[in-house]
């Protein structure tokens, strides 16, 4: 492949889309990016879409790759660990690591998509165009059909090569399933619960409400509130509920007053602070949350599939925007080998990344569980604690599970999520013997740990679950 001969057609100008177009566009390539909304720079992003986002190590090490890393800064609000509100409104801090330069950061979704759009258009060989909705491709001609918003006017462009970033209802992805030319596995997995964004807004003279560097979580068993800051002293606030389950569900909160009263018992703390409750809830929509997983992701060397067309993922993690980003890095990588096609450059792309994006998305589910149900916990507290511990009195001999998946960007998802299960098993297990305790030496203490971890790793292996 001669970069600088080959035309590239991207599907969707998101996040992924238009640093993917980026990263070609500093390549060589020449580059045709379609979008089917407007142009967010122009437009305000609609309400009750995850207007702001957790990023981190795996989405910075793509910023770096692009050189944005201090305009991405900017953008940034660090998050230093989850701040725990419990029903009688009492709060305690659990920090994401115990090495004081890892944190999470707060950034907005359309700042950080409207940067990247930005920063590719400053290249000749990119051009973006709004309005336009992708109704179909033809994967085996290497063209796909548009249709114009604005006009009405249906057309079709082709290219050496289309990639689709258009998001967990990819166009591409169906063209790949209803064509039926090929084997194509696609699974589709809801969650019971579905969410809905509310606001807490700042003070009138512009301060936060909340503790502005944490990621506040308000845990209840079946469904949880967060909350999450925003430069202009906002959070946004989301609150995650079984549409049909439990008293309280997305279905039977029909009223302002069954709204309110749910609040009041639930979250009177953060009711407080949201005298907008009611106009949010009722004029956000509620959304579902799913994971998609799909195989293969590209058809021959003609079309690829990237981001959450390829691997959607709940948000309970935190990494779908950096599980995305991560992506353009390992395509950057295997573009690198110079492998002499398309093809071979798609195959050898997916062998190396959907492994990890298939533990990405098992983690997600998994820590939906831990946030709503077990951050308050007192074993989990407990096994915090010593994480957190064994992290500040050991940095480079211990890192937690969420270390592991969420700030050493060396290792795959993969490899941090077996490594990571078997050491929250280990804790627990020592724990519930009593065989550790948060006031022993820690030494001692991750000796025991470290050996207990590799005992099951090895358990693990030879019951072929590794």
Same mark, same amino acid.
Not at 130 to 135: A, G
Not at 163 to 177: E, Q
């Given at each position: 492949?001669?970069?600088?001969?080959?035309?590239?057609?991207?599907?969707?100008?998101?996040?992924?889309?238009?640093?993917?177009?980026?990263?070609?566009?500093?390549?060589?390539?020449?580059?045709?990016?379609?979008?089917?909304?407007?142009?967010?720079?122009?437009?305000?992003?609609?309400?009750?879409?995850?207007?702001?986002?957790?990023?981190?190590?795996?989405?910075?090490?793509?910023?770096?790759?692009?050189?944005?890393?201090?305009?991405?800064?900017?953008?940034?609000?660090?998050?230093?660990?989850?701040?725990?509100? $419990?029903?009688?409104?009492?709060?305690?801090?659990?920090?994401?690591?115990?090495?004081?330069?890892?944190?999470?950061?707060?950034?907005?979704?359309?700042?950080?998509?409207?940067?990247?759009?930005?920063?590719?258009?400053?290249?000749?060989?990119?051009?973006?165009?709004?309005?336009?909705?992708?109704?179909?491709?033809?994967?085996?001609?290497?063209?796909?059909?548009?249709?114009?918003?604005?006009?009405?006017?249906?057309?079709?462009?082709?290219?050496?090569?289309?990639?689709?970033?258009?998001?967990?209802?990819?166009?591409?992805?169906?063209?790949?399933?209803?064509?039926?030319?090929?084997?194509?596995?696609?699974?589709?997995?809801?969650?019971?619960?579905?969410?809905?964004?509310?606001?807490?807004?700042?003070?009138?003279?512009?301060?936060?409400?909340?503790?502005?560097?944490?990621?506040?979580?308000?845990?209840?068993?079946?469904?949880?509130?967060?909350?999450?800051?925003?430069? $202009?002293?906002?959070?946004?606030?989301?609150?995650?509920?079984?549409?049909?389950?439990?008293?309280?569900?997305?279905?039977?909160?029909?009223?302002?007053?069954?709204?309110?009263?749910?609040?009041?018992?639930?979250?009177?703390?953060?009711?407080?602070?949201?005298?907008?409750?009611? $106009?949010?809830?009722?004029?956000?929509?509620?959304?579902?949350?799913?994971?998609?997983?799909?195989?293969?992701?590209?058809?021959?060397?003609?079309?690829?599939?990237?981001?959450?067309?390829?691997?959607?993922?709940?948000?309970?993690?935190?990494?779908?925007?950096?599980?995305?980003?991560?992506?353009?890095?390992?395509?950057?990588?295997?573009?690198?080998?110079?492998?002499?096609?398309?093809?071979?450059?798609?195959?050898?792309?997916?062998?190396?990344?959907?492994?990890?994006?298939?533990?990405?998305?098992?983690?997600?589910?998994?820590?939906?569980?831990?946030?709503?149900?077990?951050?308050?916990?007192?074993?989990?507290?407990?096994?915090?604690?010593?994480?957190?511990?064994?992290?500040?009195?050991?940095?480079?001999?211990?890192?937690?599970?969420?270390?592991?998946?969420?700030?050493?960007?060396?290792?795959?998802?993969?490899?941090?999520?077996?490594?990571?299960?078997?050491?929250?098993?280990?804790?627990?297990?020592?724990?519930?013997?009593?065989?550790?305790?948060?006031?022993?030496?820690?030494?001692?203490?991750?000796?025991?740990?470290?050996?207990?971890?590799?005992?099951?790793?090895?358990?693990?292996?030879?019951?072929?679950?590794?």
């Amino acid at each position: 492949m001669k970069e600088k001969q080959q035309n590239v057609l991207i599907i969707g100008a998101g996040l992924c889309g238009s640093l993917l177009a980026l990263r070609l566009a500093q390549r060589g390539y020449n580059v045709t990016v379609f979008e089917k909304r407007p142009d967010l720079r122009k437009v305000n992003i609609s309400a009750g879409r995850s207007i702001n986002l957790a990023f981190s190590n795996r989405g910075n090490k793509a910023i770096k790759l692009v050189g944005l890393e201090e305009k991405v800064k900017q953008l940034c609000i660090p998050m230093h660990g989850r701040m725990i509100h $419990d029903a009688q409104g009492n709060t305690f801090q659990s920090n994401y690591s115990g090495r004081t330069h890892e944190y999470i950061n707060s950034i907005s979704r359309g700042d950080l998509n409207a940067l990247l759009l930005n920063e590719a258009e400053k290249h000749k060989n990119v051009s973006i165009h709004f309005n336009k909705k992708c109704v179909s491709v033809n994967f085996e001609n290497t063209t796909a059909l548009f249709k114009d918003y604005k006009t009405k006017a249906e057309f079709i462009e082709d290219a050496d090569v289309i990639i689709g970033t258009d998001g967990a209802g990819s166009v591409l992805r169906k063209s790949y399933y209803l064509g039926k030319k090929f084997l194509f596995s696609f699974s589709q997995d809801y969650l019971t619960h579905g969410y809905k964004e509310l606001s807490i807004l700042p003070k009138v003279n512009g301060n936060y409400k909340l503790h502005k560097n944490a990621l506040h979580i308000w845990p209840r068993g079946s469904f949880m509130l967060i909350a999450l800051p925003n430069l $202009d002293g906002s959070f946004t606030v989301t609150l995650f509920l079984s549409y049909s389950e439990g008293t309280y569900n997305f279905n039977n909160l029909n009223t302002d007053e069954k709204v309110l009263q749910f609040f009041k018992k639930q979250f009177p703390d953060a009711l407080a602070q949201m005298p907008n409750l009611l $106009d949010d809830f009722n004029n956000n929509p509620t959304a579902a949350l799913g994971t998609i997983k799909c195989s293969p992701w590209h058809y021959k060397g003609n079309t690829l599939l990237m981001g959450d067309a390829a691997h959607a993922i709940v948000p309970f993690y935190g990494q779908g925007m950096n599980a995305s980003f991560e992506d353009v890095v390992v395509f950057d990588t295997i573009l690198n080998k110079n492998l002499g096609n398309w093809e071979a450059t798609f195959k050898a792309y997916e062998k190396a990344r959907k492994k990890d994006t298939d533990a990405i998305a098992d983690l997600a589910i998994d820590n939906f569980y831990e946030m709503r149900d077990h951050v308050a916990n007192p074993i989990f507290k407990d096994k915090r604690k010593i994480e957190m511990a064994l992290e500040k009195s050991f940095p480079k001999a211990y890192a937690s599970k969420y270390s592991l998946v969420t700030f050493n960007d060396t290792i795959g998802y993969n490899e941090a999520m077996k490594k990571g299960r078997a050491q929250d098993k280990a804790i627990l297990n020592l724990l519930s013997n009593k065989t550790i305790s948060p006031q022993d030496n820690l030494k001692s203490v991750l000796e025991k740990v470290e050996q207990e971890t590799q005992n099951i790793l090895n358990e693990d292996k030879i019951a072929g679950l590794t």
